[in-house]
T-cell receptor, first 114, second 114 residues
C-alpha cells in the first residue's frame, strides 16, 4: 500500500539556517505529494503541493521538488525564521485531486531559536 | 463559519462509554473526511463522505466506529464501547468536490478514554 517515510525529529535550528526535512514515499501509479504544517494551537494547513514528476511546489519561502526517480519530496528553506516553528507533515494522495484521502508521514517538529 | 469547526475540542470519557464527535465543514464543501492522529504519529484516514454517502470507509478500525452525514453538511463520528486505545485527536477536513484542490482541516477533538 501507500506509505510516507519522514525524517525523524525533533529538529532545532538557529534563525537564518538552511532547512531540509527529508520525505520519501511508496506508492503505485502517480500520486500527488503535499507538505502540511501545523502551527502551535492551529489546525493542519497545506503548505505546498506537487502533482506530477519534476514539479516544484513553493510557498512562504519553502520549496519541494517531486522526484520520481528517488521517490522523494524533500522540504527545503534557505533561511528559517522563528515563526517557522511548527510540526511539518509530508503526505500523498493517489490522484491529482488534493481532496482525495491523504496518507501522512509521522511529522517532524521544527524549532527555530533566535 | 470561516473554517471547519469541530466540537467538543476536548472530551474525556470512561472506558466502555459511547461518544459522539461533531464536525461542521466549510459551507458548500461536499467532501468531508475524518482522520485520527495518535500521539507522535501522523493523521490516519478513517472515512470520506461525498455528499451524504460514505464514499470510502476503509480506514474505520472496527465496527465500534461509525460516521454519518445525513444532510450532506454536518457529520458525526460515533464510537461505541470506547477503549483506552481510542484516545487520540480526531481531525475533520472538508473540500470542494471538484478540481485540484486542498482539504481544509479543523483543529480536532482530543478524546481521552480513562
Amino acid at each position: 500500500g501507500n506509505s510516507v517515510t519522514q525524517m525523524e525529529g525533533p529538529v532545532t535550528l538557529s534563525e537564518e539556517a538552511f532547512l531540509t526535512i527529508n520525505c520519501t514515499y511508496t506508492a503505485t501509479g502517480y500520486p500527488s505529494l503535499f507538505w502540511y504544517v501545523q502551527y502551535p494551537g492551529e489546525g493542519l494547513q497545506l503548505l505546498l503541493k506537487a502533482t506530477k514528476a519534476d514539479d516544484k511546489g513553493s510557498n512562504k519561502g519553502f520549496e519541494a521538488t517531486y522526484r520520481k526517480e528517488t521517490t522523494s519530496f524533500h522540504l527545503e528553506k534557505g533561511s528559517v525564521q522563528v515563526s517557522d516553528s511548527a510540526v511539518y507533515f509530508c503526505a500523498l494522495s493517489r490522484s491529482n485531486f488534493g481532496n482525495e484521502k491523504l496518507t501522512f508521514g509521522t511529522g517532524t517538529r521544527l524549532t527555530i531559536i533566535p | 463559519g470561516a473554517g471547519v469547526s469541530q466540537t467538543p475540542s476536548n472530551k474525556v470519557t470512561e472506558k466502555g462509554k459511547y461518544v459522539e464527535l461533531r464536525c461542521d465543514p466549510i459551507s458548500g464543501h461536499t467532501a468531508l473526511y475524518w482522520y485520527r492522529q495518535s500521539l507522535g504519529q501522523g493523521p490516519e484516514f478513517l472515512i470520506y463522505f461525498q455528499g451524504t454517502g460514505a464514499a470510502d470507509d476503509s480506514g474505520l478500525p472496527n465496527d465500534r466506529f461509525f460516521a454519518v452525514r445525513p444532510e450532506g453538511s454536518v457529520s458525526t463520528l460515533k464510537i461505541q464501547r470506547t477503549e483506552r486505545g481510542d484516545s487520540a485527536v480526531y481531525l475533520c477536513a472538508s473540500s470542494p468536490s471538484t478540481g485540484v484542490t486542498e482539504a481544509f482541516f479543523g483543529q480536532g477533538t482530543r478524546l481521552t478514554v480513562v
